[in-house]
């Protein structure tokens, strides 16, 4: 079965801090890693890494797959109040279906 | 943009009633997908369909089935409603090959509150 886990559960950070999220996963036949972002409606999609070692970015965003240690790292540079929401990591195998860890809940305070 | 539609945002029914939850994508995709999501729980797949009347069961099929009679729309149904499937429910569409750039789209999901 497949399985991913995510760490922290929570955190609560000081706006202008960098925080790391962490995810873990155990998947048959691995294709793809997924990060969404959830505010109060549904998951909106960060980025999808295939390939180790490679970092994709989107402002003070970024993340990186390790494809032999079978983890990612999401980053959150210069945090804001925006950006406070439940960060999702979900994974793809054989059959296409998502895997989703429970999520970190970020907060940012002023 | 893709869009994924959800009949309902909010909705409240009785124990035993039957419930129909429906999901329309305004893509020719394939694979679509029903997830529940509860505090502390995440994101858990119910069932998925790769095309028209295709279907597969998930993580936690029981208590509902599905039903995929055109490619753009797969529906939910909680045959005898319970206390214990008042839950966020959440659509999802993907093209064929799986995740693309875009990822896996999302409806705006539907808040099913079972009294």
């Known amino acids: 079965e497949d399985k991913v886990v995510q760490s922290p559960l929570s955190l609560v950070v000081h706006e202008g801090d960098t925080v790391t999220l962490n995810c873990s996963y155990e998947?048959?036949?691995?294709?793809?890693l997924l990060w969404y972002k959830q505010e109060k409606k549904a998951p909106t999609f960060l980025f999808m890494l295939?390939?180790?070692?490679i970092e994709k970015k989107s402002g003070r965003l970024s993340s990186i797959l390790d494809k032999k240690e079978l983890f990612s790292i999401l980053n959150i540079t210069a945090t804001q109040t925006g950006d406070s929401a439940v960060y999702l990591c979900?994974?793809?195998?054989?059959?296409?279906?998502?895997?989703f860890g429970t999520g970190t809940r970020l907060q940012v305070t002023l | 943009d893709v869009k994924v539609t959800q009949s309902s945002r909010y909705l409240v029914k009785r124990t035993g009633e039957k419930v129909f939850l429906e999901c329309v994508q305004d893509?020719?995709?394939?694979?679509m997908f029903w997830y529940r999501q509860d505090p502390g729980l995440g994101l858990r797949l119910i069932y998925f369909?790769?095309?028209?009347?295709?279907?597969e069961k998930g993580d936690i099929p029981e208590g509902y089935s599905v039903s995929r009679e055109k490619k753009e729309r797969f529906s939910l149904i909680l045959e005898s409603a319970s206390t214990n499937q008042t839950s966020m429910y959440l659509c999802?569409?993907?093209?064929?090959?799986?995740?693309?750039?875009?990822?896996?789209?999302f409806g705006s999901g539907t808040r099913l509150t079972v009294v």
């Open positions: 979900a994974v793809t195998g054989t059959a296409s279906k998502l895997t």
């Open positions: 998947v048959t036949n691995f294709r793809s």
């Open positions: 295939t390939s180790s070692g």
């Open positions: 893509m020719d995709h394939e694979n």
């Open positions: 369909s790769y095309d028209v009347k295709m279907k």
């Open positions: 999802a569409h993907s093209p064929p090959q799986g995740a693309d750039r875009n990822g896996y789209t």
